[in-house]
């Protein structure tokens, strides 16, 4: 199984940067799928989560009206739309998959974990 998590980047502020995360190993289109990041220093942020055939979309505050998650279940891939980058937004950005709807911010909780892609927004 792997979850691989790539297009991450410098980018000024008020820039974009779409994330993609590439999966294999397991039947994607039966996972929920979820970004999570990482600020310096902080603890683990919930992004945004989308649903197995895409119906169902959440976000977190910090990214409701500039990020857009979708999926391409062909592809196997979940990605995510960064515009309106702020400094704050700098992080280690991870993608994860369960099968059911999870809101615990705990790796554990997840049945799978990509090994990241850094985001850092800075002028």
């Known amino acids: 199984v792997q979850l691989v998590e790539s297009g991450g980047g410098l980018v000024q502020p008020g820039g974009s940067l779409r994330l993609s995360c590439a999966a294999s190993?397991?039947?994607?289109?039966?996972?929920?799928m979820y970004w999570v990041r990482q600020a310096p220093g902080k603890g683990l942020e919930w992004v945004s989560r989308?649903?197995?055939?895409?119906?169902?979309?959440h976000y977190g505050d910090s990214a409701k009206g500039r990020f857009t998650i979708s999926r391409d279940n062909a592809k196997n891939t979940v990605y995510l739309q960064m515009n309106s980058l702020r400094i704050e937004d700098t992080a280690v950005y991870y993608c994860?998959?369960?099968?059911?709807?999870?809101?615990?911010?705990?790796?554990?909780?997840?049945?799978?974990w990509g090994q990241g892609t850094q985001v850092t927004v800075s002028s």
């Open positions: 989308i649903s197995s055939r895409g119906g169902i979309i």
């Open positions: 994860a998959a369960d099968k059911n709807l999870v809101t615990i911010l705990r790796r554990s909780h997840y049945d799978y």
């Open positions: 190993g397991f039947t994607f289109s039966d996972y929920w």
